[in-house]
């Protein structure tokens, strides 16, 4: 359960993509945002290297809990 409480996480991912947003005065569409933000969401990640403790326990738990929700990530 304690690993559920990752406010910190996503409020650091949030910071990560408001900060390459708001230098941008405009987007020219929908599209070149959400590009931008995938670009961004991808570098982020990479520097994701630190392990839960029973990470595997908890996905498990959520797979079973809402199985369509989780899924479509995992493959």
């Not at 910190?8 to 933000?37: A, C, W, Y």
């Amino acid at each position: 359960r304690k690993i559920m409480y990752t406010t910190n996480i996503i409020e650091g991912f949030h910071r990560q993509l408001r900060k390459v947003t708001k230098s941008k005065v405009i987007f020219p569409n929908d599209e070149s945002l959400e590009k931008m933000l995938f670009l961004v969401a991808k570098n982020v990640m990479k520097k994701w290297t630190q392990r839960y403790k029973n990470w595997d326990m908890v996905l498990n738990q959520l797979m079973i809990m809402y199985p369509e929700r989780v899924e479509k990530f995992i493959r």
